[in-house]
C-alpha cells in the first residue's frame, strides 16, 4: 500500500540528512499517515480511510460527509 493521504494527497518527499562535517546522507521524509474509520450517518456506514493529519483537520473543518462528496465514496 503506498503511503499517501487519501484526502490531501500529501506523500513523501526525498531530501538529504546533513552532518555537522556537511556529509549528506539521502533520506526519505513521509507524511504522518493514520489509518481512522469514519461513520457518515446519512448512509449508516464507516469508511476506512488513510489519512494525514491534516487531513484529519479537513476532515473536523469540512465534516466527513462533503470531503467523501469530493472523494467519490
Known amino acids: ?3 499517501i493521504c487519501e484526502v490531501t494527497g ?3 518527499m526525498v ?6 562535517s556537511n556529509r549528506k546522507k ?3 521524509l ?4 493514520h489509518q481512522k474509520k469514519f461513520f457518515i450517518p446519512e448512509e ?3 469508511v476506512s480511510l488513510r ?5 484529519l ?5 469540512k465534516g466527513i460527509r462533503a470531503v467523501a462528496a469530493e472523494l467519490g465514496i
Open 1 to 3: 500500500m503506498s503511503r
Open 10 to 12: 500529501k506523500k513523501g
Open 15 to 20: 531530501g538529504n540528512r546533513v552532518s555537522h
Open 26 to 28: 539521502k533520506v526519505r
Open 30 to 33: 513521509l507524511p504522518n499517515l
Open 44 to 46: 449508516e456506514r464507516w
Open 51 to 55: 489519512v494525514s493529519s491534516q487531513g
Open 57 to 61: 483537520r479537513t476532515i473536523d473543518k
